[in-house]
């Protein structure tokens, strides 16, 4: 059926329509843009309902030559892995085109380039082609940086060049990594199946130096202190939905490809270098949680957070049990929930007042309490409110790393996290809507419906899977229980 063939590229044909359509046209375009991305929501959901959750073998596998000479193919699959970061990407597109409805400036453009985007996205976590997977890799480079260069804030120039440079600079280091793979395996190939069957011929040194060669490609897109610099900067520049699904997807590449390729295929390295990458997320979590906590500026906050939050799922990584692995997972997609409808909240507020000063604010609950509940909600499921999404992730983390006894101090370290975490959303809760209002706001509106079209989606899926997260952890466990036990040495 090649439904993941599907999946991938009905958002890439819906933007090839959108570039005929009538320039002035600005609903067709808008239409087209919805029902393309919506078309491969669609599927995705439909592939997790047919997604055998009782197994760890890939499924829906497309493969086929595609440049023989080198034993490049056209390989798509997924597992538990893969699959709930594809109906997170295809589900916060769909969210982020509908919450785009209100952009007038070189509409077609902007589209066109969203859609490009959520196909590079989706590619990435169905290709299982190391070659392929470079390529879609690569591919997300391209609209992401017209988006910000073109769409966003006052410095959009320079937060889209410095974020086409950091990730370029990793994605050098990946490319060597993977060429390294192919000459090490006979026959060559990018097959991460058959590389997988040969990972046992790699010597101790050489995985070590691919290890760091991936390291510095995920790490940059995570990102990992200290790769991180350009993430503030592009959020506070990109224009909303670009900022959710910058937070709410790409970062997910970069733990996502740790996940699928540097643990299984390196697994010697894996286990020498696991401790230090424990100690790492635990600079993340604390050094994220008190830049957020420094902040003025809203959406700059957020941002500082995605670097926090993140560090969670790296500290679940680096446990290598089936525990840790399920909350990084668990944690990737409550993440990109929770994060994206922030931003999304953030640019609703912004486009009324034209500004994200925390302290120019006052007393907005009394006038936009609808603003308010969902805000406030979104806040204590970042912060990790027990019965909501984000409690769960992180909870799953700290427990996996916990049982590990050498990251016991690493694990109380990071805890602090939570407790700033906690103190640099209630001071915000506390300036923008409680207290006398500020008058400079006394006609400020409510969210209308193509705000809450956007936003209530993720309020409910946080709470869905805040109450059931069997809904996740079931087709998840197996795959990442499989993974475990690749990870164990001889």
């Known amino acids: ?40 929501f669609i599927v995705s959901v439909w592939l997790w309902i047919n997604f055998n959750g009782g197994t760890s073998d890939l499924q829906f596998v497309e493969k086929c030559p595609w440049i023989p000479t080198f034993g490049i193919q056209y390989f798509l699959a997924i597992d538990g892995l ?11 597109s ?41 390529v879609f890799w690569e591919l997300t480079l391209v609209p992401m940086y017209f988006l910000i ?35 090490c395996t006979q026959p060559h190939t990018f097959d991460f199946t058959q590389l997988l069957a040969q990972n046992s011929t790699l010597l101790k040194k050489t995985q070590l130096w691919i290890f760091l060669g991936l390291w510095l490609g995920f790490a940059v897109k995570i990102p990992i202190f200290p790769f991180h610099t350009w993430l503030p900067l592009a959020h506070v520049e990109a224009p909303t939905a670009v900022s959710v699904l910058l937070a709410g997807v790409l970062l997910k590449m970069g733990t996502y490809g740790l996940m699928r390729f540097s643990f299984p295929l390196l697994p010697v390295a894996t286990q020498s270098l696991a401790y230090w990458i424990a100690v790492i997320a635990a600079v993340n ?44 997972t668990f944690q990737m997609v409550s993440h990109g929930l929770i994060t994206g409808c922030l931003f999304f909240l953030v640019g609703v507020i912004y486009d009324r007042t034209h500004t994200r000063d925390i302290d120019s604010f006052g007393g907005l609950g009394a006038k936009v309490p609808v603003y308010t509940g969902l805000m406030t909600f979104a806040c204590f499921a970042s912060l990790g409110l027990p019965l909501l999404a984000g409690f769960v992730g992180e909870f799953l983390c700290f427990l996996g790393s916990f049982q590990v006894p050498q ?15 906690a103190a640099f959303f209630l001071m915000m809760i506390k300036k923008v809507f409680l207290g006398p209002l500020n008058p400079k706001w006394d006609k400020l509106t409510d969210m209308n419906s193509r705000e809450l079209l956007a936003t209530v989606p993720l309020i409910v899926m946080m709470t869905v899977l805040g109450v059931l997260p069997s809904l996740l952890l079931n087709p998840i466990g197996p795959t990442l229980a499989h993974l475990v036990e690749l990870l164990k040495l001889p």
């Open 407 to 421: 990251y016991r101090y690493i694990t109380l370290i990071s805890l602090s996290g939570v407790l700033v975490t």
């Open 149 to 183: 260069g073109i769409w966003g804030g006052p410095k959009k120039e320079y937060a889209a060049i410095k974020f086409f440079l950091f990730t370029l600079f990793g994605s050098v280091f990946m490319l060597i990594a993977f060429l390294a793979l192919y000459f």
């Open 285 to 328: 979590i604390v050094y994220g949680a008190l830049c957020s906590l420094a902040q003025t500026d809203i959406k700059r906050m957020i941002a500082y957070s995605s670097i926090n939050h993140m560090g969670y799922a790296l500290l679940g990584m680096a446990a290598l049990n089936p525990i840790g692995f399920s909350g990084a």
């Open 94 to 134: 769909l969210l982020a085109i509908i919450g785009s409805f209100h952009i007038e400036e070189r509409i077609k453009d902007y589209f066109f380039f969203l859609l490009l985007l959520e196909t590079a996205m989706l590619g990435v976590f169905v290709a299982l082609d190391l070659f392929l997977f470079y």
């Open 1 to 40: 059926m090649h439904v993941l063939s599907w999946i991938t590229f009905l958002p890439l044909l819906g933007a090839i329509l959108v570039l005929f359509a009538p320039r002035n046209n600005k609903l067709a375009v808008r239409v087209l843009s919805s029902v393309f991305a919506g078309a491969s």
């Open 82 to 92: 893969s699959l709930p970061l594809i109906v997170l990407t295809t589900f916060l």
